[in-house]
């Protein structure tokens, strides 16, 4: 026992030591002995009932019983674990021998591993096993306390092309100034994870009112618009905040992380730099509705999707001048599911792309069939989602469809957002200017709800402007409205911009827009979305027999009666 380099202390069944070997005593007090002392007075309080339940165990079971316990040694605690064995001794008492093993080394193993299994390797932080026990605790002691508790959502704005221009060892050194600089930004009560890339989320408990979100999310943005001095570097940028609050946006911790997300998306569409409070009206369903997507892939294979064609028509004569294509989704016994619920889903999950591709070529070919009616040419407007506007092969999709229908360039408009064009400006202006060499126009859709700036309007090669239906609809009764409608076409008149005004319902609206010059309206006043069949109706009211034509995806892709993937 004196030779073994682990401690050995003999005990009586109340844990008295009766003796202890000398390597026991150099580990604890090398002044002193231990004979007359107890065990209990070397170890931690919080091991005390561990040990007192070895101690009358191994007495009373005369077993092998092992403990793990934190000594107090002479220059720290340790973790030891010890083998506690009884046994009865010549006059019939009972001792027991503990021997102990150092396992600091091995416990302090132990913890780096559970740390690297909660915790991001790069900054520190929570990451996304460690965040959902968080959350989950959250939502208890919510349910418990009825305080309510936000989750936020951060991206950092720029971050890509600092990581993909300068290398990732810089980026993986600001990733660290930038965490640090978030942990400052919020309460001590408060977690911060990074998830993933330069994505963060915050778990802010009471943080629950217009005004804590706006305070807590101000100082997060703000933290981040500082420069960073990176390895000799000074670099610039924003961060786009989504908020999700409990219980009003979600009572799971994957409902309330969707959300959250979602609403971050919307402040990255919307400009960056902002904060965005999820709303289900303004922002739809959140994109990792899984069920909602498996669904969706299912219904491509049975072709639930189709097209719906909405007149553009001349503001003065009322005459169809084109048609804005509208994709719509029918699910068997559920009926129709709006685009604002499934578009994001498809736009994040890449279907976005086959949708797309389906989509425009099946309107060139309708609008061929279309023309056939009503004898003289007009044109279709698609929407292009940013997904799909950034793929490799869309501008060989456009060729393919304008060569496939046998249109004219001209007669194809692509209907592109503010923000698709502001994610990457260079990269836009390259795909822009290929586009229109092809004579195809640009419009620029639900504008005025986007940027503010108006720099792109003279940077890229622009042809119509839409008009929102969020500035049409309260006319001519609403002075903001009015002004801000008359700005716009003002501003597209100098520019030699044409004006198409959505949503337009009333004859009011539509005098009103004659009286400032608007070219184009599109709403109900003039005409619903309608299926291929009824537009044919419409334009063979002149006497010209409407002839039935194939399914729109079947013109699109010959041979085949669905989307394929």
Known sequence: MEAAGDMVV?????????????????????????????????????????????????????HSDRVKLRIKTRDALLWFEFQLSAYTTPSDTV??????????????????????????????????????????????????????????????????????????PIGD??????????????????????????EFVAI???????????????RLMSTMQAPFEVQGHTLYLSASV???????????????????DAAMYRAKETGKACCVVYNSVQIGQPEHDLSLEAAMFQAVTNGEFFLDYQPIVDARTRQIQGFETLMRWLRPGLGMVPPSRFIPVAEANGLINLLGAWALKASCVQLKSFEEVAKRPLYISVNVSPRQFRQAQFL???????????????????????GTLMTDPLQAEAILHQIVARKVRISIDDFGTGYSSLAYLKRFPIAILKID????????????????CNTIMSLAHHLHLTVVAEGVETEPQLQFLL????????????????????????????????????????????GSSQPTR
Not at 15 to 44: K, P
Not at 154 to 168: A, E, I, S, T, Y
Not at 173 to 198: E, F, P, Q, Y
Not at 204 to 218: N, R, T, W, Y
Request: net charge negative; aromatic share 4%.
């Open 515 to 558: 009286d400032r010059r608007c070219s184009y309206i599109q709403g109900y006043l003039t005409g619903k979305p309608m299926s291929p069949h009824s537009v044919l109706a419409a334009l063979a009211e002149a006497g010209i027999p409407a002839q039935p034509v194939r399914a729109a995806w079947d013109e699109a892709v010959p």
């Open 95 to 168: 001792e027991l021998l503990a021997v102990g093993r150092d396992m600091s080394s091995t416990h302090a193993t132990e913890a780096r591993l559970r740390h690297i299994a909660t915790h991001d390797t790069l900054t520190g932080l929570p990451n996304r096993a460690l965040l959902s026990d968080r959350l989950r605790m959250a939502i208890a002691q919510a349910r418990r306390s009825g305080q309510g508790f936000s989750v936020a959502t951060l991206d950092l704005d720029g971050f890509k092309k600092v990581n993909d221009g300068l290398g990732h």
């Open 204 to 218: 802010m408990p009471g943080a629950v009112s217009s005004a804590d979100i706006k305070l807590v999310s101000g």
């Open 10 to 62: 003999s005990l009586n069944y109340q844990g008295d030591i009766l003796y202890a070997s000398q390597r026991t005593i150099d580990l604890i007090n090398a002044e002193r002995g231990l004979i007359g002392s107890t065990l209990s007075e070397l170890v931690c309080a919080a091991q005390q009932d561990a040990l007192q339940k070895a101690l009358a165990d191994a007495s009373a079971t005369r």
């Open 242 to 260: 989504g908020v999700a609050v409990y219980p009003e946006h979600g009572e799971d911790e994957i409902e309330l992380l969707a959300h959250a």
């Open 469 to 484: 239906r969020a500035f049409i609809k309260d006319l001519p009764a609403s002075e903001k409205d009015a002004a801000i």
């Open 173 to 198: 050194a600001l990733l660290r100034v930038a965490s640090a600089r978030l942990i400052k930004a919020l309460r001590n009560s408060d977690t911060l994870a990074r998830i993933g890339g330069d």
């Open 396 to 418: 060989d999709l456009l060729d393919q469809a304008i060569a496939f229908s046998g249109i004219a360039g001209d007669q194809l408009v692509l209907e592109i957002t503010e």
